[in-house]
């Protein structure tokens, strides 16, 4: 191994558990999130690593990209479906830096925001209530200007709100047998 693919290795480690969790947020499918952060990994591996000013914002990028595409074409799929759709559980024992990152923008509002926000909706509430992240770099990883993305995530939080005080819905047995 070169020192160059060495050195891109530790970095794509350093960064990886964040990636996995920006894709399994977006997604809620532990499955599709690993399938997003290889993605990552490749396209990482065939970056001009060179032109690279910050490699931890490229995989982010590069990461939340993939998973809007795989939202998209997830939300296509499940239009046809007949049943009720709720993201897989993610390991409860992971750490504590984990279970803190998550916070309070993943409580009982998530399953409806994955049904009831748009993929750049989605992306840009869960940078800037999750992450954190400013709406400078939203705005990047979205290809907006950033008052555009202040207008997204404005948006987005008024969905949830909305979302958040509807009464809801009620689960049948067969949701309830799955929990």
């Known amino acids: 191994m070169s020192a160059t693919f060495d050195e891109a290795l530790s970095t794509f480690l350093s960064v990886r558990p964040r990636l996995f969790r920006i894709a399994y947020r977006m997604l809620g499918s532990a499955a599709e999130a690993e399938d997003i952060v290889q993605d990552a990994w490749l396209r ?6 060179g032109l690279v000013r910050d490699a931890a914002a490229f ?5 939340t990209r993939l998973a809007i595409n795989v939202m998209r074409s997830a939300r296509a799929r499940r239009e046809t479906c007949t049943g009720t759709w ?3 559980p993610v390991d409860p024992g992971a750490g504590p830096p984990s279970r803190a990152e998550r916070g309070q923008a993943l409580t009982r509002g998530l399953r409806l925001l994955l049904e009831t926000l748009t993929p750049a909706e989605r992306t840009a509430f869960i940078l800037r209530e999750a992450f954190d992240y400013p709406y400078r770099d939203i705005a ?4 907006l200007r950033e008052a555009n993305a202040r207008q997204v995530v404005t948006r987005a939080r008024q969905r949830v709100r909305c979302c958040h005080s509807a009464p ?5 047995d067969m949701t309830r047998m799955r929990s």
Do not use: K
């Not at 990047?140 to 290809?143: E, I, Q, S, Y």
């Not at 809801?168 to 049948?172: A, D, E, I, R, S």
């Open 140 to 143: 990047g990883v979205l290809r």
């Open 44 to 49: 990482w591996q065939a970056a001009d690593r």
């Open 86 to 88: 709720l993201p897989e």
């Open 168 to 172: 809801p819905h009620p689960v049948n």
């Open 59 to 63: 995989l982010v990028t590069t990461t």
